[in-house]
């Protein structure tokens, strides 16, 4: 069983810190890691994709693969009240699963005003 | 572009109660997913399309889900006959094989509720 897994949380941290996520997966063959944003009662957004080994940075988001050690991370800096959500890190693009992504369950983000 | 269209937005019905989900993809898109979304069991996809074929269903909770895609620009995911247990947020989604290979991109989902 190919695996994602996350820290449920929930991640309370203040604003303006950074927020740190983290992620590790199960199948070495994985070519593709995502980080996607929930609301509540929303559907996922996708916040960040990265393919290659080392950092990946869009505005206030930076997101970190280790393909070695099987590990995935996502950075939120000057984090924000409007950051707080569920955040789910996804895994694909293996041999055997094609374009299918495996989602981990989720780690929620509290970011306190 | 629209992004995924889902529709209903919201469905409430009763056991034993035929239940259709729609769903309209990105346009151009060529891979098609279906997903459930609960507290206790995450997301989980229940199967996924390529090019209108179903290519793998292993996800499909039982009999009484099937799927179809007759058209590269619509797909249902009906459940007949619906049980309480199956309430639950479905998303849809759907993506391109390319350059941006995997980025699946999600619908507003379907809120079911079964009583």
């Known amino acids: 069983q190919k695996e994602v897994e996350q820290n449920s949380g929930p991640l309370s941290v203040p604003e303006g810190a950074i927020a740190s996520l983290n992620c590790t997966y199960s199948d070495r063959g994985s070519q593709s890691f995502f980080w996607y944003r929930q609301y509540s009662g929303k559907s996922p957004e996708l916040i960040m994709f990265i393919y290659s080994n080392g950092d990946k940075e869009d505005g206030r988001f930076t997101a970190q693969l280790n393909k070695a050690s099987q590990y995935v991370s996502l950075l939120i800096r000057d984090s924000q009240p409007s950051d707080s959500a569920t955040y789910l890190c996804a895994a694909g693009g293996t041999m055997e699963y094609g374009n299918k992504l495996v989602f981990g369950a989720g780690t929620i983000l509290r970011v306190k005003s | 572009d629209a992004g995924v269209i889902q529709s209903p937005r919201h469905e409430v019905t009763e056991m034993g109660q035929e239940v259709t989900l729609r769903c309209k993809p990105i346009s151009g898109h060529d891979y098609l997913f279906w997903y459930r979304q609960t507290m206790m069991r995450g997301l989980e996809l229940l199967i996924y399309?390529?090019?209108?074929?179903?290519?793998?269903d292993s996800g499909m909770p039982e009999d009484r889900f099937s799927a179809k895609m007759p058209n590269a620009s619509f797909s249902t995911l009906k459940i007949q006959p619906s049980e309480p247990r199956d309430s639950a947020v479905y998303f849809c989604?759907?993506?391109?094989?390319?350059?941006?290979?995997?980025?699946?991109?999600f619908g507003a989902g379907t809120r079911l509720s079964v009583l």
């Open positions: 989604a759907s993506s391109l094989v390319g350059v941006a290979k995997n980025i699946q991109y």
């Open positions: 399309f390529n090019n209108n074929v179903p290519i793998d």
